[in-house]
């Protein structure tokens, strides 16, 4: 018995259906690369933004409620405030009048403002406002604070409340957005 070769037709249809399963496959692949790779940014970005605000966290812990400028923080990206250099009997003894702010995306550390060759800084890719704000004078995230900065101060009571929003671009969702907040309980 003779055995019967393809046709032509059979070869196209075969081929298509190949190509097809092809780039179905490559897509998949492609679309799961992508997420793992925003996924892998986003984690990076949250990283960096976790670590800058405990350092700005760690200069604020031993920050004396009454030396902060301004005195009732609420929304500002800027603080200046004394931190304690130890004890004389009951008296504390304040350090050097340090500043945190926000200077053209990066937070910037002074450690003494007297002498502010000494300054770090801390973090870059800050969002000019916070998550969620638009320069609008109304609060669109619902904290309150109307087109607070990527970076800011909140007190109520002793506790220090910081926050900041850092972004960076990402080739498919556009920008890459993290706030990370953290509190502090400052210092009589
Ligand atoms: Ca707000
Ligand atoms: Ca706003």
Aim: proline residues 3%; contains cysteine; aromatic residues 4%.
């Amino acid at each position: 018995m003779r055995t019967r070769g393809f046709t032509l037709l059979e070869l196209l249809i075969a081929g298509t259906i190949f190509l097809v399963a092809l780039a179905v496959v490559y897509a998949v692949t492609a679309e799961s690369t992508d997420t793992a790779r925003v996924g892998t940014n986003a984690g990076t970005l949250e990283g960096q933004a976790s670590r800058a605000l405990h350092r700005i966290a760690g200069e604020l812990v031993a920050a004396g409620l009454d030396t902060l400028e301004p005195p009732d923080p609420q929304g500002v990206s800027s603080l200046t405030f004394r931190a304690s250099a130890g004890a004389d009997g009951a008296t504390i003894q304040w350090g050097p009048r340090q500043s945190v702010f926000l200077r053209g995306g990066h937070v910037v550390w002074i450690r003494d403002i007297d002498d502010p060759v000494q300054e770090v800084v801390l973090c870059g890719s800050v969002r000019p406002l916070a998550e969620g704000e638009t320069a609008n004078g109304v609060d669109d995230n619902g904290n309150e604070l109307a087109d607070e900065e990527g970076l800011s101060f909140e007190l109520s009571g002793r506790t220090l409340t910081i926050r900041l929003t850092v972004e960076r671009k990402d080739r498919s969702v556009g920008l890459l957005t993290r706030t990370v907040t953290t509190s502090v309980r400052l210092r009589n």
